[in-house]
C-alpha cells in the first residue's frame, strides 16, 4: 500500500503497539522491554544444573529481580543459557510457594514447627538411639548450606546417618574418581570441548542435557570427531560423527572391547602408563579376553562400526571421554566409569588441553555436595575415622572436637532399607523429591508411611513428597539466598539474593541456624553466622586438600574472576580462567599414580525375558524440564517446550506389531507396576526398547531398585516391561 | 530473655534478613560496566550489515545443522520482548527419520515474513503491514480486531491469539532491534549460532515446502531459509506425525455461519414462494440479526470492527462482512416494504453473503475446507434450514398447502444428499491414506465419532419426523426443524474440529484456551 491511511483508518501506533516498544537498554544489555528495563544489575549463577552459568539478573529500584539474561562475560556460558535459565526467576513467583511451616498440613507458626521438629527427632533419638533419625538433602542448595546441614545433623543433633540426591546422579563418579585418582577430581575445564580432535561420549545427551556446553563442542574449530556411544539416536547422536547404538548396559563390555583392541594394535602410550600409573599390566592382561571379534555380540555394535570408532580414538592426538548418567546410573556403573578412565590413562590423554577421563555433572551443586556434605565423607573430603582429620576439622569450624561424627552415612538406599528394618524411624527430606525421583517408587512410599516422623524442607508444599511430610519447612529458594555453587569443571561460583521468598519462607541456612538453636547447640556454631562466614569456615576446611581453596579471598574475588576452578591454594598466583589437573601426570593417590581398576561385566537384575519382553530406558525429556518439575513445571513457557502427557518413544517396528500408532495410549507395565503413556513411534529407539523421560512422575513406579556395589547408585537405564496398547 | 521470647527475636530477624535483599547485590554485585557485551557485536555475521535492494528482503535462515534442539530461542523470544507467561513468537517442532539410518531433528520456525502473507491478505481491517524495504511482515496490534481469521490463514500457526488482550501478535523479526543494529532475540540467544538474517531474493514462485510435512509454499511464498550441508533423509517426516487432535471448536463461528446461513435460505424461500414473505421475512431478519450479532460478539476488539471494510480488495472476510451488511439491509428493506422485488434483491444478497462465508473457509486451503465440500455444505445448509424452518412456519401459521408439501420434500431431498455426501467423503477419505484429507477424515472417525452418530440420530428423526408432519401433524413439523437445525450446528462444528490446521512439521497443536 503505497499510500499511507490516516492512523484513525490504520492504526500504526496506540497502546498495544507501545507496550512492545523496546528501548536501549544499560549494562550492555541491548534493547529490552520498556516495562523491564532494570535499575541496576546483579550477577549470579544458575541453581539448576552443573554447566554453571552465569546470569545477569535485571533489578528494579526496590532491588529485586524483573529478568535476567545471560552473561555474555562469563566464562562458562558465554551470554548464553538454555531455557531453564532463561526461566530461572519464573518458579519463585509460583502460586503454590510455601509461605509457612505446616503440621499435617496445617498452617503453624515458625516456633511450634522447631517445637514439632526437636521434640518429635528427640523423642525418638532418645528411644531409639542416635542412628535413629537420618536426613537426605539434595545437590541443589549451596555449598555454605550443606556443609550447615551436614554439620548440624550430625555434630550438632547427633544423626550418623545422612545422604542426598547426588546419590542418584554423581556417586559413581565420585567413588571412580577416588578410587582410581586418589580424590574426587574431575580433572577437565569447558575448553577441553574446544580444543579436542576426539570427543567420545558414553551414555551422554549433552544436546539436551547440558546445552550450553555443548556450545563449546560446536565452536571447536578443529573438525572434531564425535563418536556417541548410546543405545539410543539422540540429538547428540544426531549431532555426532559416529555413533555407537549398543545395547542397553553392554558399555562395560564395549570399553573393555575398546582397550583390548588399542593394547592389541599397540596403541598405548607406554612412556605415560609406566611414569604415572599403577595396574595396567594386569589390566592387559584382563582384557585379552575381550577380543572384539568374540564380545563385540554382546554389544550390538558391529565390527565395522566399532574399529571405525576405535581407529579414531587410535589416531586421535587429543582425545577426550565424557560421561553421564548413562553411565553412573548403572548396576556396574563406578567399574563403567573406570573402564573409560582406563582408556584415557593408557592412550595418556589426560592432563592436557582436549584430553581427559570427564564426568559431566548433573545438578548445580553436585560437585560441592561432593566437598562439602559431610555424609559419605568428613567435611572436605576427610575421613571420618582419623582423629587427626576430626581435630581438623573441629579447628576449623568452631564445632567441639567430641562431637564429631566417627563413621560414614549409610547411602540413600540403606537409609530406606533402615525404615523397613527399623533401624530408621524419623528422616527429613531438604528440596528433593524422592516420592517421585527415587527408583521402584510404590516401595519408597511403603517406606515413608512407616516412619514415625517424616519432615520435608522444600520451597513447593505440593511435591509428591511434600504432601506426605508430617512437618513441613518452607525453604526460600534460589535466588531468594546467597551462597556459593561449585559447577562440573569445578568453578565456584556465587548465587545471590534478588527476590523476597513468600510469607515467612526462610533460606534453607537461616533454618538451620533456627534448628540449631532450637536444639540447643546454638553456642556449637556461633561461626556459622552467614553464608559468607561460612564460606571462610570451608577454605579452612579444605587447607592442604587437593581442593584447597583457600587462595580464594571471598565472594568478591570469586565474582571478579568470572568464579574460580578449585583448587586455589593460599599463595597462589592469580587463577586463569580455565585451568586443568594432573598436567605433571601426578595424581592424588599416595604413590602419585593412577589406578587401572577393573572387574568382569556381570548380568543385569532384570534381563527382558517372554513375559517382560522390553527393555525401559528413562532419562532426560526436554532441555525445558528439569527433575521431578517441581520448579520448570511452574513456567508457562517452559510447559510449552515439552509434552503435556507422558510420551513413550516405541521403535516402528514394534509399534507395527503392537498395532500402536501415534498418539495412542501403551499399557506400561514392570513386575512392579502398571502405568499409562502415550505412544510417540520413531526409531530413535532400538526394537525391543521403550524410552521415558524421569520427569513423569509415574515413571519411577515401574523401575527396579539395584544399586551399584561400589557408589551405590541406582540403575535407572534398564529394566524389564510389557507394552499392550491401552 | 526468656527462650521463647528469645526464639521469637531471632525468627523476626532472621525473617527481616530474608526479606533485605540489597545486601550482595549493593555491596559488589551491581553492574554498571557498559563497555562489553553489547547485543550486536558476537551476531555481526549472523544480521545484514546492509538494507536489502529492490526485489531483496530480510529473511530467517536456520542452520539445522547447527540446531541441536536446546529451544532457549523460544525462552528468549518470551524473555527479551516481554511477552506473556505463555506467549513467544517462536516455537519448535521435530522431524524424524527411519527406521533404517534413524534421524531427528529440531526444526525452530517462527514467522516466515511471507513475499505473498496469507495473514495479511485474509485480514479485513489492514492490521498486517509488509514493509516494502524490509519485507518484514508486521502486526498492527492497535489496528487489530481479534477475529482470528489471519490464525487460519497461515498455514505456519504464525499468529497467536492474545486473549488477555484482545488481538492477534506476531513475530516481527524484532525489527527495532534490527534497526538499530542489533541482533533479533532467538538470534542472540541460540548459543550454536544456527539461527540468522539474511537478505533473500523476495520469492515470487516456489515450488515444495519449507521442509517435508510444511505446507507448499507456493501459497504464501514464505522466505525462512532451511539450510543443512547433508541433504535431508528421503522418509524425513514430522515427529509424532500419526497423533491426531481436534481441532478449535469455534462455537460463536458456527453458530454465526449456521443461523446466517438460515436466514440467507428463509429469504431464498421467500422469494421463490411470495405467499410466505409475511411469515419468514421477519424470522430470518431477526435469525440474521442474531447470527450479526454473534459473529461480532466474538470479536477480541469489537468496537474496532468498524474498519472491516478495509480489506475488501483481498479479504474474503472483509467481503463476507460487506455481503452480510447489503443482506441485512436489503432483508431490512424488503421486511419494511413487503416488496417481493426487494425479497428478491435480499435473497441474492443472502446466497452472495454465504458464498463469501464459503470463501473465507475455501481461501484457508485447509484440505478438508475444499471448495467443493464447503460450498455443498453452505450452500446446503442455507437451503435445508430455510426449507425447513418454513416448513415448521407453514405448520403454525400457514397452511398445510402445497409449498408446505413441496418444502417438506425439498428439505427431505436437501437433507438426505448432504448426509449421504459428507459419509460417502468420510469414507473415501479414510480408505485413501495418501488423500490430503485423510488427516481430517480420521479426526472424524477415531476422535469424533460419538459427534457423528449423534449427528446421524438427528438427520433420521428429522427426516422421518419431517415426512410423517405432512400427515397434519404441525409439531413433528417443528421437531423435524429442531433436530435439522441441531445436526447442522454439530456439522459445522466437526467442520471445525475436524479441520486439520497445517503445521509446521511436529509442532505441537496450541493449547486450545
Known sequence: MSIRLPSIIRAFDGPMTRELVLSPGDFGLGKMPQNAQPVAVARSICGFCSTGCGLKIHLDASGEAVSLTPDPAYPVNLGM???KGWEALTPLAASDRATTPLINGRPVEWPEAMDEFTTRFRGIMDRHGAESCAFLSTGQIMSEEMAFLGMLAKAGMGMVHGDANTRQCMATSAVAYKQSFGFDAPPFTYEDFEVSDVLVFIGANPCIAHPIMWQRVERNPFHPEIIVIDPRKTETAVAATQHLALAPKADLTLLYCLAH??????????????????????FAEFVKDFAPEVRLAETGVSVEVFEKAVRTISAGKRVSFWWTMGVNQSHEAVRTAQAIINLALMTGNIGRPGTGANSITGQCNAMGSRLFSNTTSLLGCHDFTKQEHRAKIAAATGISEERMPTVGSLAYDQILAGIETGQIRGLWMIGTNGAHSWIEQERFRELIQKLEFFVVQDMYPTTETAQMADLFLPAAGWGEKEGTFINSERRIGVSHKVCRAPGVALADFHIFQLIAEAWGVRDEFTRWSSPEAVFQILKEVSRGQPCDITGIRDYEMIEAHGGIQWPLAEGSEQPEAHRRLFADGTFFTPDGRARFLFDPPRPVAEPADAEYPFILLTGRGTSAQWHTGSRTSKSAILRKLYPDTLCADLHPEDAGRLGVRDGDALQITSRRAGITATARVAAVVQPGQIYLPMHGAEVNRLTKLDVDPHSRQPSYKHCAVQIRRG | MSTVEHRRSRIDDLLRAQRQIMTAAERFSKWHDRSHGTAGERYEHLIPLTR??????????????????????????????????????????????????????????????????????????????????????RHLDDQCIGCSYCILKCPYDVPKYNKKRGIVRKCDMCQQRLSAGEAPACVQACPNEAIAIRIVKTPTNVTGGLLPGAFPSNYTLPTTRYISAKPLPENARPFAHDEIEPEHEHPPLAWMLVLTQMAAGLFFCAAIAPSLVRLAGPVGLGILALGLMVSVGHLGQPLRAWRCFLGWRKSWLSREILAFGGFFQAGAAAVWTGWPALYQLAAVIGMSSVFCSAMVYIDTRRPSWAARRTHVKFFGTALLLGSTMTTALLAFFGDLSAWFIAFTAAAAVVRTVLYFAERRDLRRDLADTSSDSHRSARILKEKLGDMLRLRAGLIWIATISGLLALANLPMLALVSFLTTFAAQLLERRLFFMSGAAPRMPGVPMPVHE
Request: charged share 20%; aromatic share 8%; glycine share 10%.
Open chain 1, 81 to 83: 543459557a538454555c531455557p
Open chain 1, 261 to 282: 583392541w588399542l593394547i592389541r594394535e599397540g596403541f598405548v602410550e607406554r612412556a605415560f602408563v609406566e611414569a604415572h600409573t599403577t595396574g595396567f599390566d594386569d
Open chain 2, 52 to 137: 536489502p535492494g529492490a526485489g531483496e528482503q530480510f529473511a530467517f535462515e536456520v542452520n539445522l545443522d547447527q540446531c541441536t534442539g536446546c529451544k532457549a530461542c523460544v525462552t528468549a523470544c518470551h524473555s527479551l520482548n516481554g511477552l506473556d507467561d505463555e506467549e513467544s513468537w517462536r516455537d519448535t517442532g521435530m522431524l524424524t527419520g527411519g527406521p533404517g539410518d534413524p534421524w531427528l531433528q529440531t526444526v525452530t520456525t517462527a514467522c516466515h515474513h511471507c513475499a505473498d502473507p496469507a495473514c495479511a491478505n485474509g485480514c479485513p481491517v489492514l492490521a498486517y503491514e509488509k514493509n516494502a524495504e524490509t519485507g518484514i511482515v
